[in-house]
């Protein structure tokens, strides 16, 4: 008894709708990725319970452990600091800033920053790291 098969079954993988997964992921780490802010300076913030943002678009202020300062992704010397939030700050309406300081920085370098801020009519937050508790 010859019980071979005649016809030989080939598998097959149809990969066009594969194509339009990966064209949509693509799309949404690119939208995503346009959203996310690079940091200039490495910080240690310090804890708090509660944290909200109100403000969608503010100018980020960095302070690092070593009195290195930066105004979003580009690093400024302390002498240029007021200088640079004025052109920053040139056309807004109703300014806002976002601190963020190292918690190993003097506090005399964040009250030199929101005085600087408070002349400028500048709003000032500061930026703190979720506590656990």
Do not use: C
């Not at 079954?9 to 594969?18: A, F, H, I, K, M």
């Not at 690079?38 to 240690?44: A, G, H, N, Q, R």
């Not at 302070?63 to 690093?75: F, P, Q, S, V």
């Not at 920053?88 to 309406?93: K, L, N, P, S, W």
Request: proline content about 4%; hydrophobic content about 50%; aromatic content about 6%.
């Amino acid at each position: 008894m010859d019980l071979k098969r005649r016809k030989r079954y080939v598998g097959e993988v149809y990969t066009s709708s594969l194509t339009d997964i990966m064209f949509f992921l693509l799309l949404f780490f690119l939208i995503t990725s346009a959203f996310a802010t690079p940091t200039v300076l490495k910080l240690l913030l310090p804890n708090a319970k509660t944290g909200t943002q109100g403000v969608k678009h503010p100018i980020v202020i960095a302070i690092d452990a070593d009195l290195n300062y930066a105004i979003g992704t580009t690093r400024i010397a302390a002498t240029d600091l007021e200088a640079t939030l004025t052109r920053e700050i040139a056309g807004q309406v109703d300014p806002a800033a976002l601190i963020k300081v190292d918690k190993t920085v003097p506090v005399q370098a964040l009250v030199d920053l929101l005085e600087i801020g408070n002349r400028l009519k500048i709003k000032m937050v500061l930026a703190t790291a979720n506590s656990k508790n």
